[in-house]
Nanobody, 120 residues
Framework: QSQLVESGGGLVQPGGSLRLSCVASGFTLDGDPIGWFRQAPGKERERISCISVEGSITKYADSVKGRFTISRDNAKNTVYLQMNSLKPEDTAVYYC?????????????WGQGTQVTVSS
C-alpha cells in the first residue's frame, strides 16, 4: 500500500522549533514534487511550502517565509519541514502530499497529518 506518513509534530512554546518528516512507503518520492499543507480548526487548508522533484526549487507562503524550510532526501525517501520561531497561529494539523505538479493543490498521495500546537 502506497502512503505518506508524517511525524515530528507536538506541543511547543512560542519561539520554539520543530522538524516534521514525511516518509513515503510503497513508492519512491524521487519522482514527485512535494507540498506541505496545514489546516487549523475552522479554517481552510493552506499550502505553506512546496519543493521540486530535485529539491532545487522551493516556495513558501508569506505566513511562514523566513521561518520554515523545506528540504528533501530522496535517498531516504523523506521530505522535511524545519519550523523555527513558531507562533500560536502556526497551530494546525500539518500534511504532506505528493502533488501532481510543482506547488499544486491536487495530489496523488496525502499523509494522515500530524498535529502541531504552539502554546505557552
Amino acid at each position: 500500500q502506497s502512503q505518506l506518513v508524517e511525524s515530528g509534530g507536538g506541543l511547543v512554546q512560542p519561539g520554539g522549533s520543530l522538524r516534521l518528516s514525511c516518509v513515503a512507503s510503497g513508492f519512491t518520492l524521487d519522482g514527485d514534487p512535494i507540498g506541505w499543507f496545514r489546516q487549523a480548526p475552522g479554517k481552510e487548508r493552506e499550502r505553506i511550502s512546496c519543493i521540486s522533484v530535485e529539491g532545487s526549487i522551493t516556495k513558501y507562503a508569506d505566513s511562514v517565509k523566513g521561518r520554515f524550510t523545506i528540504s528533501r532526501d530522496n535517498a531516504k525517501n523523506t521530505v522535511y519541514l524545519q519550523m523555527n520561531s513558531l507562533k500560536p497561529e502556526d497551530t494546525a494539523v500539518y500534511y504532506c502530499a505528493a502533488t501532481n505538479y510543482y506547488c499544486s493543490d491536487s495530489a496523488r498521495y496525502w499523509g494522515q497529518g500530524t498535529q502541531v500546537t504552539v502554546s505557552s
